[in-house]
Every structure is written in C-alpha cells, then in structure tokens.
C-alpha cells in the first residue's frame, strides 16, 4: 500500500508540473498547480498510514494500543487550507489579469507600467 501511495504521489506531482510548464492559460495553470498540492495530500497520507493502527483517540484504548500519528493528520488539514487560500488567490489575480489585459495566456501578457502620479 504504501508503495503505491508514493508511486501516485510522484505521478501527480510529474502530471501537474508539465501541465504547468505547457499550459497556455492562467486558470489551466492554477488547476495543475493545484494537482501539484493534491500530490502532497497524498504523500501526507502515505507517511502517516500505519496498517492495523487506531485513530488517535485514546479514550478507550489501552495504553499499550497502537495508534496514528496525529500530526500527519494535523499537517494534511493545514495543507488543505493552505491550498485552497492559495487557489482562491491566484483565481482572484488571474481575473484581475483578465480585466486588465484582455487575455489569460501568459506569452501575449505585456509588462504593467509605472504611471507617475500628479503631484496634487
């Protein structure tokens, strides 16, 4: 199981990445940076997967159990909230993008330039 885990991980990682260095669009970009995170999930998964173990409450489990450890756990929440802030950003500027130059494919981008402000 585990070996797989890894194997999915690194072809998800492999998959988002040439995805994003041959992309043409912003938000194609953004998805397949996406991926890219979604491999991490999976790799979280495979580090803290232990066969036969219990879930980390330890209520009514003796103290000799052996149990998940709990911070994977806590590393793949924070890595999911992450990326979604992440997503929601990135989406936002490329929206923003859109309106300002008319287009989402980074090759036909031209540089922003300094506008010097009046004096009032």
């Known amino acids: 199981m585990t070996h797989l885990a890894y194997g999915v991980a690194a072809w998800l990682l492999f998959v988002g990445l040439y995805g994003i260095v041959s992309s043409r669009n912003l938000i ?36 000799d159990a052996f149990v998940v450890d709990p911070v994977v756990q806590a590393l793949a929440l924070t890595d999911i909230v992450v990326g979604a802030t992440t997503t929601a950003l990135l989406l936002a500027m490329a929206v923003r993008v859109h309106k300002l130059q008319g287009t989402l494919d980074p090759s036909k981008l031209r540089p922003l330039h300094n506008r010097k402000r009046k004096p009032r």
């Open 28 to 63: 194609h970009m953004v998805i397949c940076l996406t991926v890219v995170q979604r491999s991490t999930y999976v790799l979280l998964i495979a580090v803290g997967y232990r066969s036969g173990a219990h879930a980390p409450v330890l209520a009514d489990l003796p103290h």
